[in-house]
């Protein structure tokens, strides 16, 4: 009985944390790349050229901003530089065959399309002066909160990591007159990001967490039957047929 009880825990814990690694993945991935697939795949394809880029001031990381939010600068101690791509585009009619004016607009890199992690950020200015500004479309000021809380790019990496990876994308992406493809929001035309979440990604971000949790399942299945197969077995009373005896209870009754 003991070796069937081990049997049976060790199908209950595999699939126990498949299920959990299942659910775990499905949250995570339907975060980062199901989401922003949703959010974008109706965005048009244009072809951006860039107006300029620039910074102004640093923003804080990742990991500050959801530890110790509302701090005070002196607790910062991971920021980077908050670059700022501005692009140009037209937009093509149905036929193809005439334009829309040129649009502006500013660029991300589209990774956290949909989510908006910086709408509410810790950022200083070249004053030093310490903001928390949450995005609002309805403000007035909107040129301040564009400028002030949305960086083209976001890094949640050590400090080096970070300031390497912004001088990267300027080098990469930020060069004047430099054309590239890029995707809009035909609802807000100036929010423009650089890539969308392909079909293929979101398919596979959804296949493997149901995998798991399906063989995760099928295991709790088999530990079930396994746990009521012992129960059942020990649960009957012992017959002894070379001597014709049934033990009930630790009692012998003799025929």
Known sequence: MKRRFTCSVKYFCLGAFLIFLGSVLL???GLTIVLPHD?????????????NSSYSGRI??????T???G???EHCLDSYPCLHIAVSYRVHDVLGSQQDPENGGKLYDGQ?????PSNISLFYDNDRHTYKIVMSRDRKDKDKIINRTICTLHECGAAEWNINQVYTFERLWGQRGHPFRCYYDPDDVIQVILERRPLSQMIHALLWPTMFLVIGLLWLGLWLGCWQVDMEKYSQPNIDRTRGDIAISGRMLFN
């Open 39 to 51: 959010m974008t795949r109706d965005w048009p394809e244009v072809t951006c050229q860039v107006i």
């Open 71 to 73: 701090m005070d600068k």
């Open 60 to 65: 804080c990381s990742c990991e500050y901003q």
């Open 112 to 116: 956290f399309v949909g989510l908006k």
């Open 27 to 29: 949250c995570r991935l």
């Open 67 to 69: 530890r110790d939010f």
